[in-house]
């Protein structure tokens, strides 16, 4: 259906653009390789498209400046740590405050009373620990679950993502459980670690969980890390149901499904996990995560949390639950992330997805666009059931040059995802420019 010479020819032609628009940027980009690790100071950076990333001067709202004074349309929002927009005026105040008495103690500070109260009243769960990042909070919450169960597996979703956790990067071939394509230096045969059922598969789950070896379940209530996979309607019961018969615990990661409402899918969907992870957004930028329990496994956990070395325990870290962070959740939670807040963000994630879906049928082309709360995501398919038949769909050269085409046009998307998150600081028109944009590719690509 594309034609690949064409979409090749094309990508070439806006990576010459992308060149010449972004002089201050290749000269920086040059600077930074003679001292940083790939030119960048984290890995994932190297994804964005363009042969250099852009250097940002800054970001407020739901823009971005980048040093050559172009500004986008900031639809990648730091792929949800910046989902409440950039730079609120009421986080850098409540920043500079507690900045100017005292970063971090190693002590509670009293804000940790309200993050707590009010990540309980938004989740139901009523105990609540810090972490420095969602990744972190993962690791802890299955250390706690082995410890728990006494069962030395983790079950989760094919082709799910829960952060640099090493036993979630695998993925099933056949039947075997592998690391995930591109893993570096996996630390542990993750088939010794990990049992990965497909998403929407309740029969593969309860046969695996039957073999009694599996401490928890962690899991995304809908895959948004492999474009959007929503569950089948029943399915995330029978998981609760499965889960609670075989007694394995399952920990709900919200992380990024905290787009569908204040309470993520938990509360939209009602679901009722044992424990509940949530990162990225809740500081407005600032990194932390946080980890619920049901008040049954907090009594179970209240031993060893105050054992003489829960230090060495494996979980927490000295900079964890600092008086910043602490603060950064209470500015945030208090006027971000609400009702709302979602009322605004919403409606705008259902016009990028309707925009979206026109362009599709226009040209009728085989994709799909996918909404969850204000969240969007295309993908060059029919809606896939699981993450592998979503994995096979993955196309990089069309990725590419779409964000490309839409990075030179001032729209920036989230690399490695077709994914677009709403905010209330967006606008109608930002959304119309995108699907502006979008068609224009399009019709680039498809032309006879
Ligand atoms: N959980 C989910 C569902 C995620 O999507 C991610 C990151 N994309 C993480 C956890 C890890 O977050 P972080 O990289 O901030 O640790």
């Given amino acids: 259906m594309i034609d690949r010479d064409r979409l090749a020819s094309l990508r070439a032609d806006e990576e010459e653009r992308f060149a010449r628009g972004h002089p201050a940027s290749a000269d920086l980009a040059a600077a930074a390789d003679r001292s940083l690790l790939a030119g960048v100071p984290m890995p994932w950076m190297t994804r964005w498209p363009g042969r250099f990333p852009v250097f940002v001067e800054s970001a407020g709202g739901a823009r971005l400046t980048d040093v050559d004074g172009h500004e986008y349309v900031d639809l990648c929002l730091g792929d949800t740590g910046a989902m409440t927009g950039h730079a609120l005026p009421q986080v850098t105040e409540a920043l500079a405050t507690r900045a100017g008495a005292g970063i971090t103690t190693m002590l509670p500070s009293p804000d940790a009373i309200w993050v707590a109260e009010e990540l309980a009243r938004r989740f139901g769960l009523p105990a609540w620990q810090l972490a420095m990042s969602a990744t972190d909070a993962n690791r802890f919450v299955l250390r706690f679950a082995r410890h728990l169960t006494g069962r030395p597996r983790v079950a989760v979703m094919d082709w799910c993502y829960h952060g640099t956790v090493d036993e979630t990067l695998a993925v099933l071939d056949g039947d075997r459980v592998v690391p995930r394509p591109g893993a570096l230096g996996p630390q542990v045969d993750v088939a010794v670690t990990t049992a990965v059922v497909p998403f929407n598969d309740a029969e593969a789950l309860d046969r695996r969980l039957a073999e009694g070896d599996v401490a928890c379940l962690l899991m995304e209530p809908a895959l948004t890390n492999i474009g959007i996979v929503l569950p089948e309607p029943g399915y995330l019961d029978a998981v609760r149901e499965i889960t609670r018969r075989h007694g394995v615990l399952l920990v709900v990661d919200e992380t990024h499904t905290l787009c ?165 600081h967006h606008s109608a028109a930002d959304v119309d420019r995108h699907t502006e944009v979008f068609g224009e590719a399009v019709a680039a690509l498809v032309a006879p």
């Fill in 260 to 424: 569908a409402g204040p309470g993520g899918c938990t509360v939209a969907w009602g679901l009722e996990p044992d424990l509940l992870v949530v990162g990225k957004p809740i500081g407005g930028g600032v990194p932390v995560a946080a980890y619920g329990m049901t008040a049954e496994v907090a009594g179970r956990l209240s031993g060893p949390m105050k054992g003489h070395e829960i230090d060495v325990a494996g979980v927490g870290g000295t900079l964890t639950g600092s008086a910043l962070a602490l603060a950064a959740v209470r500015a945030t939670l208090s006027t971000c992330l609400r009702e709302e807040d979602f009322a605004v963000a919403i409606p705008l994630a259902e016009q990028f997805t309707a925009g979206v879906t026109e362009v599709i049928e226009r040209h009728g082309l085989p994709w799909h666009v996918q909404r969850l709360g204000c969240r969007a995501e295309y993908w060059f398919c029919p809606p896939p059931r699981d993450g592998a038949a979503a994995a096979a769909a993955v196309d990089e050269e069309l990725e590419g040059f779409l964000h490309l085409w839409c990075l030179n046009r001032g729209v920036l998307l989230t690399p490695f995802h077709n994914m677009a998150l709403l905010s209330p």
